[in-house]
C-alpha cells in the first residue's frame, strides 16, 4: 500500500510515525516533507499548493490513499481535485474546509444552529467596523476572516487598541487576503481545550482532547504562535462538560455541515472555551492540529488507516477509535526570534538520542537536511514529545528530553503544561 502525506511540519512528521504502526505497512511518501520525515518517507519535491503537480505524482505512482495535513491545501481545494482524478483522499472537500477557512461562515453556521459560541457580528469594510467599536464593549476579539497561520487574532482592551487593530487586519493587511473579511467577537474568559475528532460526513468519532499554548512567551505573553506545546488529554475536559459537547456542539456541528449541503469527511478540530456559562466554540479547524497532533496521534491504539477509510466510506460507525489510557506532552523548541524574524541553516545536535526510542519522540517542523546534517528551516523546529502514565510524568520526561537536542539560538517556553499542577 502506498500512501502520500501533503505538508511538510511536526503534524505531518506525527501522521507518518502513526502510519508506521499500521498493519498495512505502508509505503509512505511525503510532499515536501523535512528532515525527520525523511528518515522514514520518501520526500516529493512538490509544494503543497502544487495540486496538479501533486495529483499528477499521485496517479504516476499509483498512490493508494493520500492524507492532507495542511489546512492552506483543504480550503484550496485540493480534495476535488484528487477525486476528479479517482484517487482516495483524507480531507474535506473545498464547499467543507469553508468551515476552517472563514471565520464568518463559521459564525453563521454556529449561530444558525444554536451551536454555543461567542457573539460576533462580520464586516467587509473598515469605517462600518471602526463605527462599530465606537460602542462596544471591552476587551474584544478581532479576527481576520480566512486563514492567517494562527495569527490572525487580535485581543484588544480598548477602543485605540480596536482601531489598531482593524487597521492592521482590514487596512494595512498585515495577514493579506485573510484580511479582506473581519470578525468582531465578545471575548470570552476561561480555559481553552480542543477537541480533534474523526468525521465521515454524518458520524463523528472524538480523539484524545488536548490544550495548546499560543503564546511565545511563558505566562502566555508575547506574541501568537502557530503554537509552543501541548498536552494530552486536558484534566478540565471533564465528563460533564463530555455530555454537553457531545449534544449541543459536535454532533449538531456535522449535522449543520451535511445540511448545508456541505458534507464533511477528515478531522473537525473543535477549539472550545470552557467559560463560567459552559462551553462555547473558539473556532473550528478542518484537519489535524499542530502541535496537537502530536500528542494526540502517539496515544491513538486504532489503526490510523482504517480509521481514515472509514471516513472516506461513510463507514466509521462501524469502525473503533481507541486511545491509550496515559498521557502525553509537547514542548516545541523554536528558532530565537520566532514567530518575528529568525535565522535558519543552524546545525541540529543530539537527534540520536531519539532514535528506537517509543517513550520520547522528536517530530520535525522546520528543518531540513544538508549533507550529512540536519539544520534548521524554520520558526518551530522540533517537538519534543514524551508520553507517561500521568500529565505531570509526561511533563517531567518532555522537559528532561529538551536537554538532548541543541542548536544555536533556540528557545522554548518552560511552563508547558503547568496548569495541570491545578487540576
Request: aromatic share 8%; proline share 3%.
Amino acid at each position: 500500500m502506498k500512501v502520500l502525506i501533503v505538508g511538510g511540519g511536526g503534524r505531518e512528521h506525527a501522521i507518518a510515525h502513526a502510519l508506521r504502526a499500521s498493519r498495512h505497512h505502508p509505503e509512505i511518501f511525503c510532499a515536501p516533507g523535512n528532515a525527520g520525515i525523511g528518515e522514514i518517507a520518501t520526500l516529493v519535491p512538490v509544494g503543497a499548493m502544487e495540486f496538479e503537480a501533486l495529483r499528477d505524482f499521485a496517479v504516476k505512482e499509483a498512490i493508494d490513499l493520500t492524507i492532507v495535513g495542511m489546512d492552506d491545501p483543504l480550503v484550496g481545494g485540493i480534495v476535488d481535485i484528487f477525486e476528479e482524478a479517482g484517487l482516495r483522499v483524507f480531507g474535506p472537500r473545498k464547499n467543507a474546509a469553508i468551515l476552517e477557512g472563514s471565520k464568518a461562515f463559521a459564525k453563521e453556521l454556529m449561530m444558525k444552529y444554536d451551536i454555543p459560541c461567542a457573539k460576533s457580528v462580520s464586516f467587509d469594510r473598515a469605517e462600518d467596523a471602526y463605527d462599530h467599536i465606537r460602542h462596544a464593549e471591552y476587551p474584544l476579539v478581532l479576527k481576520a476572516d480566512g486563514l492567517a497561520l494562527g495569527k490572525g487574532v487580535l485581543i484588544c482592551k480598548d477602543e485605540e487598541e480596536a482601531k489598531a487593530g482593524v487597521r492592521q487586519i482590514m487596512e494595512d493587511k498585515a495577514f493579506g487576503d485573510a484580511g479582506n473579511r473581519m470578525v468582531v467577537e465578545e471575548f470570552l474568559t476561561g480555559r481553552e481545550v480542543s477537541i480533534l475528532s474523526f468525521v465521515d460526513g454524518k458520524t463523528i468519532r472524538l480523539m484524545s482532547s488536548a490544550q495548546d499554548h499560543k503564546r511565545s512567551g511563558d505566562g502566555d505573553t508575547g506574541l501568537n504562535t502557530g503554537g509552543m506545546g501541548t498536552f494530552s488529554p486536558s484534566p478540565f475536559y471533564t465528563e460533564e462538560i463530555d455530555r454537553f459537547c457531545k449534544e449541543r456542539i459536535f454532533q449538531r456541528t456535522v449535522d449543520a455541515m451535511r445540511a448545508e449541503g456541505r458534507e464533511f469527511h477528515g478531522v473537525i478540530f473543535f477549539g472550545l472555551m470552557l467559560t463560567k456559562d459552559g462551553p462555547k466554540v473558539l473556532e473550528y479547524n478542518a484537519r489535524f492540529g499542530d502541535p496537537e497532533a502530536q500528542v494526540v496521534l502517539p496515544r491513538m491504539k486504532s489503526d490510523l488507516i482504517d480509521v481514515v477509510e472509514a471516513c472516506i466510506d461513510g463507514t466509521l460507525g462501524d469502525t473503533e477509535v481507541l486511545f491509550e489510557d496515559n498521557a502525553a506532552v509537547c514542548v516545541v523548541i523554536a528558532s530565537g526570534g520566532y514567530p518575528l524574524a529568525y535565522e535558519k541553516g543552524k546545525v541540529i545536535h543530539g537527534l540520536e538520542h531519539f532514535k528506537g526510542r517509543d517513550d520520547i519522540f522528536v517530530f520535525h517542523a522546520g528543518t531540513k537536511r544538508e549533507g550529512e546534517q540536519i539544520v534548521t528551516n524554520g520558526g518551530r523546529v522540533l517537538g519534543v514529545v514524551a508520553k507517561g502514565g500521568t500529565l505531570k510524568d509526561a511533563r517531567a520526561a518532555a522537559y528532561a528530553a529538551t536537554k538532548l537536542v541543541t542548536f544555536e539560538g533556540q528557545y522554548m517556553r518552560t511552563d508547558i503544561g503547568k496548569s495541570i499542577d491545578e487540576a
